[in-house]
């Protein structure tokens, strides 16, 4: 039934079935049970069906889950990629609200369930009218004989990420198995996996740097992805010290907190953790701009020099440092294998003088297909085949180093990226705010803080932390405003418009 027309993640699995794939919080798995689980869940899901790809007026069925991370969440995502649909992953904390905009959004055929969440996905599918399927039943499917898996284009979508941006509400990435392969492939070639890889896997589960650098790479390598549940700074450090893993990867917040755990050790537990790193072969900082400090902190710590590299859900990986080679403090390095980068100035001319600032664009096949169901802004994310990432960098002797973003209306808090228009969406419909401005202000632990600053309707007040308990209903925890500042009125140009630069001065003072 799993032949070699497969999709390609699903070819490499095959030639590793003896070895261990997954190790989680329920035991050890081999990439033979992980494809038995993957065939299980594709048989549960087609019901029937050839080929979720569905009536040919629609496109590929995407089928949403809420899975944490572990066995489960691999099998689930390869059962929806051998039945020919669309993976979309949902967020484990995120509140309701943003879990149904989602399933929403991307109007999916159905929201997949792990056992432990049936009390949310009675909520999901009460509120969406979508039906659910419990991951226990998906796995329990009998296989038949006569069952047999659509072969698929590489051109079929496979995946779709909810990412923040310039516009209010979160844009569905699409990115199909080209991409996905095109993405793995130049990572595993650039830090030089193996199969006797082993990784420690502590990111969430929907963005692409848990799922295609980590997960992914790790699969398609036939390498060991031990995954927990969450990040926990002591738990990581016992696997640094406890586990033979090979590999680590992870947001500047994390290195800042291993650090911070590290300096309130003993002598003698901070010899044994910077032995546990010298194990490694490669730890690698991502989704947001490394501090200088944390990379020379963590080089006196682990010996490890940090591979920075720079990334977006929209292209995986364009820009690395290298692995055998420099690894230069500040920057992102060089354009990766297979992918091509250019910087254009204002008037997108290509920039070719060193020191000379401009817009980073990527083509290449790695590049995703659309924002989901939104052809307008797809299109003006492209200029001339270019993908227009909105990061700003310039070219010092051969290594690009990032300076900041066209837009001040997106932030980076924790590796993960937010709207300030979305947040401030939300924020005004509080019943004491009269109006609000987000932006992002700098952090060392977070890079940079979600802050508010708001003018409050006559005779109110609010506190951070009434503020904060009204926005876990329904923001994210990470978009939730860790700062506030109330004032008579926000900063307006003659126009009337808010001056974000304005306001991010008010939390300087
Ligand atoms: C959480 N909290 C925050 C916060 N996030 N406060 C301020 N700013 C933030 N960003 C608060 C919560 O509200 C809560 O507060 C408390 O911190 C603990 O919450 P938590 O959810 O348990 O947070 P924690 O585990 O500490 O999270 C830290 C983290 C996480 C670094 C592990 O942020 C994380 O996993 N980041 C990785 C994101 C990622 O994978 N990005 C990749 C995107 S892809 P209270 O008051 O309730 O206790 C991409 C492309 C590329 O970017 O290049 O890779
Ligand atoms: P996301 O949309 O969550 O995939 O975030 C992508 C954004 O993260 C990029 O557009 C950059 O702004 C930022 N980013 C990723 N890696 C780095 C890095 N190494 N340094 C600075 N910014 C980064």
Redesign the pocket.
């Known amino acids: 039934m799993l032949t070699e027309s497969m999709i390609p993640i699903i070819q490499q699995a095959i030639k590793h079935q003896e070895r261990t794939a997954i190790i989680d919080q329920t035991g050890q798995y081999s990439y033979r049970q992980l494809l038995d689980a993957a065939v299980a869940v594709a048989q549960g899901l087609l019901e029937g069906r050839t080929d979720l790809e569905g009536r040919a007026d629609l496109d590929e069925a995407r089928i949403t889950f809420l899975v944490p991370s572990g066995f489960e969440y691999v099998a689930v995502q390869w059962g929806i990629w051998l039945a020919g649909g669309i993976a979309v992953p949902l967020c484990t904390?995120h509140p309701l609200p943003e879990q149904l905009y989602v399933i929403s959004d991307s109007d999916a055929a159905c929201v997949v369930i792990y056992a432990q969440f049936d009390e949310r996905g009675a909520a999901l599918s009460e509120q969406s009218g979508k039906p659910i399927r419990r991951t226990t039943d998906l796995l329990a499917t009998e296989v038949s004989n006569s069952f047999s898996l659509p072969e698929l284009p590489l051109t079929r979508r496979a995946m779709i990420l909810y990412t923040s941006g310039t516009t209010s509400k979160p844009k569905g990435v699409v990115t199909t198995h080209q991409n996905i392969t095109a993405q793995i492939t130049s990572l595993v070639e650039a830090w030089n996996w193996q199969a006797d890889d082993h990784i420690l896997h502590v990111?969430?589960l929907h963005?692409?740097?848990?799922i295609v650098?980590k997960l992914c790479c790790a699969m398609w390598s036939g390498a060991i992805c031990e995954m927990l549940p969450?990040?926990e700074v002591t738990r990581v450090w016992e696997r640094f010290i406890n586990s033979n893993l090979t590999l680590f990867m992870a947001?500047p917040?994390?290195y800042g907190r291993l650090i911070a755990a590290w300096e309130q050790a003993s002598p003698d537990e901070q010899a044994t953790m910077s032995d546990a790193c010298q194990k490694m072969r490669l730890m690698v900082s991502?989704?947001a701009a490394l501090p200088a400090q944390f990379f020379e902190r963590w080089a006196d710590i682990s010996g490890h020099r940090l591979l920075e590299r720079?990334?977006?859900?929209e292209l995986g990986?364009a820009i690395s440092n290298l692995y055998e080679g420099e690894r230069r403090v500040g920057h992102i390095g060089q354009a990766l294998p297979g992918v091509t980068v250019r910087l254009v100035d204002e008037a997108n001319q290509p920039i070719t003088e060193d020191g000379q600032q401009g817009q980073i664009q990527v083509k290449g096949d790695n590049v995703f297909l659309e924002y989901w169901g939104k052809p307008e802004i797809t299109a003006e994310a492209f200029l001339d085949g270019w993908f227009c990432t909105g990061d700003i960098a310039v070219l010092n002797d051969g290594y690009y180093r990032i300076l900041g973003r066209s837009s001040v209306d997106i932030i980076k808090?924790?590796?993960?990226?937010v709207s300030a228009l979305e947040i401030e969406e939300v924020l005004r419909t509080h019943p004491a705010i009269k109006e609000c401005a987000v932006v992002g202000t700098p952090d060392l632990d977070?890079g940079e803080?979600?802050s508010v600053a708001v003018a409050l309707k006559s005779d109110e007040t609010l506190s951070l932390d009434t503020l904060?308990a009204w926005g876990?209903e329904r923001l994210a925890?990470?978009k939730?405003p860790?700062r506030l500042l109330v004032v008579e009125a926000l900063p307006c140009n003659v126009m009337g418009k808010v001056t974000k630069p304005a306001v991010k001065e008010l939390f300087q003072e």
């Open positions: 904390s990111l969430p963005h692409t740097h848990g650098n969450k990040f947001v917040t994390i991502g989704s720079y990334g977006m859900t990986m808090t924790g590796g993960y990226k977070w803080r979600v904060r876990k925890s990470y939730n860790s």
